[in-house]
């Protein structure tokens, strides 16, 4: 797990280098960095190719085709060798020769040091990187070749580009192929070797099963094979004697653990999936219930599940818990990046130095409000102060029991601030229109910011009353 | 998910258009419910239909019942189409029809915009909906239809008025029996169009077999293919040329993918449905160890149990989780619909502005005690206030030794309340009787809240020794 | 579920019952308590039964043997009935007579009203409470008495006296028994009923099957049942027409549904069973490995694991977490009822007032700690008072560099509060010799709660004083 | 569970006895650490053998391989005995004098008493310690001996030195290779008492079975018992007569439940393997939606995505959690082992006393960042003060607009400090070159230890003051 973490982190130190060489002045200049000693553009010696090279990546694409053919033809040849044409023997030799190339090759590809995260380009040390030259030189046992196929799933399942789902059932079912086709080898193998050949599983179905074409042979082969790791188990072929029983014992025993195998990976792939809609629900007969053993109103019970509706909608964005998993500097860098532009702009933060507006959007939260969402009642308390991002609000507000004044406040503007700041409860009741994205600020916060200096204090009020006058 | 939550933001996104067409002027005008408006009452252009006309939806419904039937007929049709009448494919003619007028339909169907969650009902953005059109298209193809059946399940899945377990059974139950049916008809294809009718799955057990009536047939087919899929496997009938070899191949590697998912969803389903019994006994487990352990007198014992109870018993309605998750304004709202009634009329707070008993009201949390618990214990510290929502305590104090003075309160009356503002350790005892729903009201917060005008400091203080006095 | 938690707080109703019949004086007598209406004591009206009453649940459980008798004679009589003799129909006379004499019991069994939680005798409200009437009038169906079955195994899953695991293997059991005894049976008469003997599922093999005896064809038919219902399959026995086709086909679907299920139970028990071994594997797996890491000296390493191994072992006992899910007032009366023995002795407190040590003693933490562990290190911030309840520690300080003073102290004294009351980094290292039980009390909840009055104060540095001097 | 951690704790309880015993003086003497006073330096009394002893740990594994001999010719013996050679019996005979032997050997073993968690070795109540030697004469029956595997396996379950997956499967393997074992001799037992050969599962398949040798016949007893556990049923052996009918009807109810355990565990140690790789995947699709949907400049979204990587990396360690679990004291003597070191070297604390150093550091926390990443921003709020333990970070300021000073930190030196002292917002953009491990004091908590002394604080502002000028 931590190699392949390693291997997402060198990705990403890949993908860095090639922004910075695309080159953003200052900051980059004075960090001689990780990243900029990998990939391509990075001079290597001669003779000596980058992991991360396309070229190499597509001879490794090449060779798990070749791993695929080899442990397709391996066992078949185990079994039908003499019946098998000599031109398959040729191409086992030239496949054989790509993977000696493979281990030639491993002396003049770079690779990146565990501790340090650089790649190394010395002869000296690829040559003493001996683990994974001794792995390579395994390749020669054709079924070891095997590990490059595990060793693409382990990364697939980790690639954010490829469903896990389909990823994981892919892998599963190909071992599961695998198998059937090993065994129904081996089976067809010990029939074929064995001395009375009316005795065999085949045999006593096929009695001349010998004179058969090869396709024929081996669908049976792979049908026995198939019917036996189902636990079909139909009867019309099965062991005729000692051997076969021996071999079906160690097989249906294999097959337990494969199944077994196969059904916990599905259960977990099943939970896994399902488990965002079981939440949904929920959730929404929670609120519904509650709504209706209270006796709510319609429109509280409609406020209730349209906002948890957008809720479980965002979670699948998951916004808050990935900022919160961050550390201070990448979230406040986030937030100046996102929100700087329209705290700036705000009527109130007008005349503020850089550094307190800076500090102020750090600690702002942004929040989804669904359509037709109360986000201010009148007469609450004043906790926060929120700032519009995007979409829109009404206020409806009645400082005198027959003067109504609506308002509408969009992108940009402010609303809850004569509440925090004059210390009185709110005034209005502000409520949705549509979709409205909005930056909420802790009314302590604002005040432990603004008290730092007492001029800002001063620029604060003195905006909020050139407003109102 | 999202775009099924899509569609439940589109419901309430819905209601919120037609709330504004409507135009409002005033808070509670501005509200009317959403029963009463859903639907019918959008002026739409002529000719445009809602999709949430109760005729269009029975239209679909209708439509849903005409794709089971041709998911049903089409493979049947597929095996036996030599043996059937006429008449049936006059029916498919028919069918075909109905899904063409299916796709002229959608011109004329007002859709919900992803982006503003309105109704759009613009003949030319209609037509432009390429995506729901090009979809519609598809069913020209017979089994394509089968996606209709899909989404409806997971329509299904996500409303609360179906029980989930039996949704996704049913859901599951269908395919499995769609598995089944093409599969046995494919197989008797198979041994049907066989040069040699004797040397198939079917004609080695039936010789005569094509002479039977279609049912023998059908049963028989059908009978194979559910043992096979459920690794029965009697073997009375199983293939007996490559033909079915290989489709026997593909059925059971396809029938382990598909057990193996159908028990995946069971386990799931199962987790699901248990775990509120097993926290139930995991957590009075612990108490009634904890108990015996301690040796702790047999009323404490009891009143922990039924506290636990009481608990799980309301924690099927999830009410404080529920709330939490909500924001603050629509908290409020609730509290003050569900609570201002009663706490307005408590004798400590006569004499409150609107405004202050709101902010009370805001900050109360609301419990369940069973009958005979204790909620505050004399001599204790006091540091909450509270109000009876519903049911009785009985209070019991003794400032002096020999004199004992009881009580009976009950919904409306307040208790806790000489400790907290006289700052003095809690004078009672006091005991729920019934099942009893309380306001609490931290002691900290009471005193924020009041603090915020030295006249409603003074008001409480009155309040509390008139009564005393 | 609700009613089952309802039903357990009847049932911790009536053991309170029985302890105030016993008699404490003063609490009680001013309780009209809910208990105190319950239960056999408690004087019904004539004629009316307690549902608690023994006799009443003996005649329940005897009605269950008989249940179970019904559903085991049930299909046996429906498929051998021409072979049985006739004194079975008999006892089923007799049985039934024993459900209508439970009908008419009915009448007399007073009832437990969902709303008040009170029992019920009034003849006229109990005849009225229809629901429970009614249900047991489908008890005249045979299989219908099943559902007494199924309400038993209801209960017991919630009893903590039973074990989880083995309740529910027993329920599913009992299920899968009852199904193959079920199909079994009706497979045995389809093969009675058809026309010919020779073509069915049992005559293809035991010709004349009609002649053997009763046994031979019960064992032949629930053999049949089992080999289907667990997918084995031999062959042996297999449908040989349409009509037993049609049956395995839904015996066979039914099964799958079976089957899964039971999987799904069994991984369900099984991950809940595995859940605590793994939770422990897991946590010292990742302390040992921080220790290596770090290469932490020896003596660290041996004080982290055997922390972590009590705390496991007394998390099975969950005390903290089952404490917090209590109110306060319960918390508080336990507090008082374990630990004021213990506190009430310490010197420290002496003169402080009943009030002042229950408050400080409902503040308290109980925490255990292993051997050889340090509770305190010299030179630590002091942060808490501790106080031993059981086991000992040893104390070392060197208050000047070749000065060494060591102490054991045992259960009733305290330690750290020279730190927390002088406000001075802690002189002692204190380590425990054995398993020892703590009570923890933060410092600034001490000070809290003797700012309260200035003598306490006092009292509580006069006693510091005086032990020191 | 409970007691297998008592084992646990015995296990560490045993070293604090031994340690006791050695009787202790000072600090570092008295914790000879654990290696070195395991087991063999106890002064047990003459003839008393400790439990630890590893003869005694020997003589128990050899008994396991006995009980494995035991456990597997048991049921051959009971199907084949009158086929044996006679020596067998005389293997046995030995094997039970070796079970004698350990029931003598129980009254010689000291045991570890439960409550005081130390070694007993008197005699007397040795003997009296009556459930181990309860159990251990039942170990005269064979069968039960299996017991011993059993507690092997739980002790192996909760040994970290073993992979969790592979001891929990070769567990299950076991079981279900003995209930094979067990099923196929007894089923042969059956056939070969059974009265007419011809009749029964071999006799049917295998005409003339007894005079076959007992390879064959019992391969082809093990096939068929494998053939039935799996649920493959070929159906080429299978019931003949009514005795195999109900012993074949009891084996597959048994199977049943075997598979469903099987593969209930298997699905608990999937969904445990895989949780770490889920987990993974979510986060880090979560980060870069969240990156794509904000259109983040790549170089925000790669610190996100490096710092997740880093974050699942080292969570693999636990190395927060871990520590959070532990008392305080463990915690500080941890942190003061590993940061004291160089925290004492940091130039802002020289002059400090041991004592407050060691308050400062027991307050720190340990992070680790991926090499780029910014850890302060310029013109952030000061809240933490930074160490660093390894790796280097750069800083860049630019207290003038063309003014760049930058600079380079190592291990040991400490940046945030003007910011936090000075109270001003950070001056410098502070970013890692490569993986460095950083402590981080909060602010209030820095202040809050320095405050204590007036003298401190002036030792802190002239040591900042020494480095500016």
Not at 208 to 217: G, I, P, S
Not at 323 to 349: N, T
Not at 399 to 405: A, G
Not at 428 to 433: H, L, P, V, W
Request: proline share 4%; hydrophobic share 45%.
């Amino acid at each position: 797990m931590l190699c392949s973490c390693m291997n997402c982190l060198q990705h990403f130190g890949n993908d860095s280098f090639q922004l910075e060489s695309g080159g953003y002045s200052m900051h980059n200049d004075l960090l001689p960095s990780l990243g900029a000693t990998i990939n391509h553009t990075i001079k290597l010696r001669k003779h000596i190719v980058s992991p991360y090279d396309p070229r190499y990546r597509l001879w490794e694409k090449f060779l798990i085709v070749l791993v695929l053919y080899s442990a397709w033809i391996c066992p078949f040849e185990f079994a039908f060798r003499r019946y098998l044409p000599s031109t398959i023997f040729l191409v086992d030799n030239i496949i054989n020769s790509f993977f000696a190339i493979d281990i030639v090759l491993t002396f003049f590809v770079a690779f990146v040091d565990h501790k340090s995260y650089l790649l190394v380009d010395e002869p000296k040390r690829i040559a003493g990187h001996s683990k994974s030259l001794g792995f390579k030189l395994l390749s020669v046992l054709r079924l070891w070749r095997l590990h490059h196929v595990n060793s693409l799933f382990a990364r697939l399942e980790k690639d954010i580009r490829f469903n896990y789902f389909w990823t994981r059932c892919t892998k599963l079912f190909s071992v599961t192929l695998f198998a059937v086709h090993c065994s129904g080898c081996f089976n067809y193998m010990i029939a074929d070797r064995y001395p009375d050949p009316e005795r065999t599983w085949i045999g006593a179905v096929i009695p001349n099963f010998m004179e058969h074409n090869l396709w024929v042979r081996y669908v049976t082969a792979i049908y026995w094979s198939i019917t036996t790791l189902t636990t079909t188990g139909y009867g019309d072929l099965h062991a005729e004697n000692t051997r076969e029983m021996v071999f079906g014992i160690c097989y249906m025993l294999f097959n337990l653990g494969l199944t077994s195998y196969l059904i916990g990976n599905m259960t977990n792939l099943v939970v896994h999936g399902t488990s965002h809609t079981k939440n949904f629900r929920d959730t929404i007969q929670a609120a519904s219930e509650f709504a209706s053993r209270n006796k709510l109103p319609k429109h509280m019970e409609e406020q209730m599940l349209s906002h948890i509706c957008l809720r479980f909608k965002t979670e699948g964005l998951k916004q808050q818990e990935t900022l919160d998993g961050l550390p201070k500097a990448i979230r406040s860098s986030i937030a100046e990046y996102l929100f700087f532009p329209i705290v700036q702009k705000v009527y109130l933060f007008q005349g503020f130095s850089f550094n307190l507006i800076f500090q102020l959007v750090t600690e702002m939260q942004a929040e989804y409000y669904p359509p037709k969402e109360d986000v201010i009642l009148q007469n609450e308390a004043p906790a926060y102060l929120y700032i519009i991002v995007s979409g829109a609000v009404v206020s409806n507000f009645s400082l005198l029991p027959n003067l109504q004044v609506h308002g509408r406040l969009t992108a940009g503007e402010i609303f809850g601030e004569i509440g925090v700041l004059c210390n009185m409860s709110q005034p209005f009741t502000i409520r949705t229109t549509e979709l409205t994205q909005i930056l909420r600020l802790n009314r302590t916060t604002l005040f432990n910011i603004i008290r730092q200096s007492r001029q800002d204090a001063t620029i604060v009020m003195s905006n909020l009353f050139q407003v109102f006058n």
